[in-house]
């Protein structure tokens, strides 16, 4: 029967309610810091993606501030109207550098990144290979390609080559994965990748959001840390660089290209130019200081290690992501409400974000918390621990 607008949108959310998938919003009432005010409590924060601790660095926030009286707080339109300044070039040229390619070109957000990538790159008569647990920013992508898109058994070598020989008829293929894998925390074998695209000759799209600032020696990702040159590197500002936007990197001619054919960038207004001023100052940040790095592997093992020998189901690779593993929806929600009680703020991961059955607590690492957050973070599982089983 025909009802109101209302009546019918309320019905879908009780559906949504119903199978404890149900979502709210929390109040952040401080800036980004281990410590921080949440729905008015004080609590520690382990959601955070502040991997580095830059978002409220001293020195992003004065390179932000001297532009912000130049240049004012917005950018007014998009790059390819009134929104381009010599602090976009600037930038494109600082990540290029970083990422040791021939140039970059910023999008507003990793999402339009990614999804301005997949949904122009690719043609019609191209396949796209992509990981089960890539993205969703991937996904969509993909959805909006007008390639034909096959999923490849997570992380699995053997199940890619399969699929690589079964679509050699296709004009051209793509390879599409996460680095860092953002709800698992695993890192993709982008060397075994690598050298099976070269073997069956695909093209390699690798979205770096998770690895840029974290892996590698000079914090330039997971190509980095696997010594691989992927044809197409997207990434991040809002996660360890500490700002917001996104970035792709490669060739001179793959950016001019997405220049004049990427949606998402044509018709996207611009990052604001105090934005950029501060991401400048985060990479050069990133690039020549290994402290945080080191500090942050640190408290990743020490996490791990103690949470293992609590024995919760632990996943993740040497990335600052967590998965502790709990299995229902409601479950995981009971375990994170318990875990604020005891001054920890860590969302429960729900379906459809992950599978059903992995319904999980993500933590999240990052070199500013000490170890008496640390210590704070371990007593708080160990109280749980008693009063409800939920090892897997």
């Known amino acids: 029967m025909y009802g109101t607008f209302d009546s019918w949108l309320s019905g879908r959310v009780n559906k949504i309610k119903e199978k404890g998938l149900h979502r709210t919003f929390n109040v952040m009432n401080s800036a980004a810091k281990p410590r921080m005010e949440v729905n008015g409590r004080k609590v520690i924060v382990f959601s955070s993606n502040n991997y580095l601790g830059l978002a409220s660095d001293e020195r992003l926030i004065y390179a932000a501030e001297s532009i912000l009286h130049e240049f004012g707080m917005g950018s007014s339109g998009s790059r390819l109207t009134t929104g381009n300044t010599r602090w976009h070039e600037t930038l494109e040229k600082r990540i290029a550098s970083f990422k040791q390619t021939e140039a970059a070109l910023l999008f507003s957000s990793g999402y339009l990144a990614n999804v301005g990538v997949l949904s122009t790159l690719p043609e019609k008569g191209d396949v796209i290979l992509s990981d089960e647990l890539n993205h969703a920013s991937i996904i969509d992508g993909c959805r909006l390609s007008k390639a034909k898109t096959i999923v490849y058994k997570h992380g699995n070598m053997d199940d890619l080559e399969t699929k690589l020989k079964e679509i050699q008829m296709y004009q051209r293929c793509f390879i599409v994965t996460d680095g860092v894998f953002s709800m698992d925390g695993d890192l993709a074998p982008l060397d075994k990748i690598m050298s099976l695209a070269k073997t069956y000759h695909a093209y390699v799209i690798v979205d770096d959001a998770h690895g840029t600032g974290v892996l590698g020696e000079r914090g330039r990702g997971t190509s980095e840390h696997f010594d691989v040159k992927p044809d197409v590197m997207i990434g991040t500002l809002s996660k360890a660089v500490g700002t917001e936007g996104g970035f792709v990197a490669g060739s001179s001619i793959l950016i001019d290209f997405l220049m004049n054919q990427a949606r998402t960038f044509i018709f996207q207004t611009a990052i604001p130019p105090s934005v950029c001023a501060a991401s400048y100052a985060a990479i ?77 607590i993500r933590l999240t690492v990052t070199a500013e918390h000490s170890i008496e957050d640390i210590d704070q973070l371990i007593s708080a599982f160990k109280k749980i621990d008693k009063v409800m089983e939920v090892m897997i």
């Open 284 to 360: 050069d940040i990133i690039e020549n200081d290994r402290t945080m790095r080191n500090s942050l592997k640190g408290k990743v093992n020490l996490i791990k290690n103690k949470l293992t020998e609590l024995g919760y189901h632990v996943k993740g690779d040497e990335t600052p992501i967590i998965p502790v593993i709990i299995g229902g929806a409601e479950e995981a929600v009971w375990f994170s409400k318990r875990l604020e009680e005891y001054g920890i703020f860590a969302p429960a991961i729900r379906p459809p974000t992950v599978n059903d059955g992995e319904s999980r």
